[in-house]
């Protein structure tokens, strides 16, 4: 099962407000989904993202791709940063970590 992260629109005509999922990859945009994440407000001003920074962490670690705009949103709130840093962090202690040669 492809696991997207995702928009959700919700809101009035001309105010957009979206919420930030997690979902099936084959689900219709405003289908059923396993996860709401976060809120965007494009209007917003300051207070435009408000974000679960730990779930969406969780997310990309078991495999979720973000869509090319949540990617952009993940970048703006740190969030690809931090896993990059971990990822990073992961793969240079697994190259530190010595072979015994028997």
Same mark, same amino acid.
């Given at each position: 099962? =492809?696991?997207?992260?995702?928009?959700?629109? &919700?809101?009035?005509?001309?105010?957009?407000?979206?919420?930030?999922?997690?979902?099936?990859? @084959?689900?219709?945009? +405003?289908?059923?989904?396993?996860?709401?994440?976060?809120?965007?407000? =494009?209007?917003?001003?300051?207070?435009?993202?408000?974000?679960?920074?730990? @779930?969406?962490?969780?997310?990309?670690?078991?495999?979720?791709?973000?869509?090319? &705009?949540? @990617?952009?949103?993940?970048?703006?709130?740190?969030?690809?940063? &931090? +896993?990059?840093? &971990?990822?990073?962090?992961?793969?240079?202690?697994?190259?530190?970590?010595?072979?015994?040669?028997?």
């Amino acid at each position: 099962m =492809p696991v997207r992260i995702r928009l959700h629109r &919700t809101g009035r005509k001309n105010s957009p407000a979206y919420r930030i999922i997690v979902v099936d990859g @084959r689900a219709p945009r +405003q289908g059923k989904y396993l996860e709401a994440i976060g809120q965007y407000s =494009p209007r917003g001003g300051d207070k435009a993202l408000n974000l679960l920074a730990d @779930r969406a962490l969780y997310w990309l670690s078991k495999g979720a791709q973000p869509s090319d &705009t949540v @990617r952009s949103l993940l970048r703006r709130a740190g969030v690809m940063k &931090t +896993q990059h840093e &971990t990822r990073l962090a992961r793969k240079l202690a697994d190259a530190a970590v010595p072979v015994s040669e028997a």
